[in-house]
């Protein structure tokens, strides 16, 4: 795994951890308040405030971060594939090439129109 993909994947449980985090302050807002001062629906609405920012900020990241890694992953595969591509066509038109100069010639020509020399 490169050292960017595992910057990624810390990202992505930074995220996950944030969401788990707002989860529990959300689940926290009513009993917190009352175990620390005896109901209070102003730290209670600030708690469920924190926690929906949180949750919705983690999950925000993650899909952000899950998106990203997935899009790079594609444009590795589009390269793989290319390269196999590119192999495959030079292979295939090295039959056709110009010993001399490289260049692309008729399949029945016997010069190479570019440098003259004899094609096999
Ligand atoms: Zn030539």
């Not at 190479?112 to 004899?118: D, I, R, T, V, Y």
Request: hydrophobic share 45%; glycine share 4%.
């Amino acid at each position: 795994m490169a050292i960017e993909d595992i910057e990624w994947a810390q990202r992505k449980s930074g995220a996950v951890l944030e969401m788990i985090l707002g989860f529990v302050i959300f689940i926290l807002a009513i009993p917190l308040p009352m175990l620390i001062t005896g109901p209070s629906i102003p730290m209670t609405l600030i708690l469920f405030f924190i926690g929906i920012m949180l949750f919705s900020h983690g999950r925000h990241v993650y899909n952000k971060v899950t998106h990203i890694v997935w899009t790079k992953q594609a444009i590795r595969e589009y390269d793989d594939k290319k390269t196999a591509a590119k192999e495959v066509y030079n292979a295939v038109t090295s039959n056709f090439k110009c010993p001399n100069c490289g260049t692309l010639v008729n399949l029945d020509a016997k010069f190479c129109s570019q440098c003259a020399s004899k094609v096999k």
